[in-house]
Structure formats: structure tokens, C-alpha cells
């Protein structure tokens, strides 16, 4: 029988997420994940090379400062 996620199951793991890391450090843990997932992608693609202009990029552009509210 496949297990299929229903929304007490997704409820679950987003409490267990916000209790590990915490509200502040969830857009920091996105972008890791995203950053992560998008290397693994250009991996199978065979796109090495690109990864260091990216980088080159991600240092030109301004840094936002956080502001709390």
C-alpha cells in the first residue's frame, strides 16, 4: 500500500521544522536547499563550470540588511 501524505502528515513535519531551526534561520535554510538543489541538478546535466560565475554574480549584487518590525 503506498503511503500517501495527507495534511496532519505535512502539519507535522513543518512544526518539526520551525522547532529545529526556528523561525529566523528558515529563509537562510531555503536558499541553502535551493542552492543545493540546483548544484545536484547542473551535476547530472554535466554543467560543472558554472558554478564560479554564479558566485561572481551573488557578490555584485547589493546585500539587504534584515530589518525587524
Keep these: 500500500m503506498p503511503f500517501r ?9 513543518v512544526v518539526v521544522i520551525l522547532i529545529v531551526f526556528g523561525v ?17 541538478k547542473k551535476g547530472q546535466r ?11 554574480e551573488e557578490e555584485k549584487k547589493p546585500k539587504r540588511k534584515a530589518t525587524k518590525s
Excluded at 5 to 13: N, S
Excluded at 24 to 40: E, T
Excluded at 46 to 56: A, R
Design 24 to 40: 529566523g534561520k528558515l529563509p537562510q535554510v531555503g536558499g541553502a536547499i535551493g542552492k543545493g538543489i540546483r548544484a545536484f
Design 5 to 13: 501524505m495527507g495534511p496532519w502528515e505535512i502539519a507535522l513535519i
Design 46 to 56: 554535466g554543467e560543472e563550470g558554472e558554478e564560479e560565475g554564479e558566485e561572481e
